[in-house]
């Protein structure tokens, strides 16, 4: 057993994300084979990722506010704190606050040996957004 130090709240970058949000780091791999990671993740009203997709999936759990999520072809809906949200491999999709208010959720996935966690893509527009 190991207790790991705490991590740092880094920003989201703005290549990855529109408006203001915060990565609070809960796990890495910690061993060879081991693929999981977390982090609980804090948007700002109307701040969300941009189009992205897991090769392995993601689940989101929300924890607090009101989230926005949306698969690519799919309506926007909106999700409440203790609600569980899973997306499939390779389903490409965001999620974000609602305009009116802060959002944390807790997010969960795998990273493919060798690979990436995620694959970004453009900017979820106004329009996309507003499109509830």
């Known amino acids: ?4 130090p705490i991590a740092p709240t880094v ?3 703005p290549e ?3 408006g203001d949000v915060w990565l609070d780091p809960v796990i890495a791999p910690q061993d060879e084979g081991q693929r999981l990671s977390a982090g609980m993740v804090r948007f700002s009203p109307g701040a969300r990722t941009a189009w992205h997709s897991h090769p392995l999936g993601q689940t989101l759990r929300i924890m607090e506010g009101t989230a926005l999520v949306q ?3 799919g309506d926007v809906v909106e999700v409440y704190a203790g609600q569980t949200v899973y997306t499939p491999p390779g389903e490409e999709h965001w999620h974000g606050a609602a305009p ?3 959002m944390t959720h807790l997010a969960l996935w795998e990273t493919p ?3 990436d ?3 970004w893509g453009a900017h979820v527009t106004d329009d996309e ?3 509830r």
Request: aromatic content about 16%.
């Open 1 to 4: 057993m190991r207790i790991l």
């Open 11 to 13: 920003k989201n970058p």
């Open 16 to 18: 990855w994300f529109t």
């Open 71 to 73: 698969a690519r072809g």
């Open 100 to 102: 009116d208010s802060f």
């Open 113 to 115: 040996d060798g690979g």
């Open 117 to 119: 966690s995620a694959h």
């Open 129 to 131: 957004y507003d499109n």
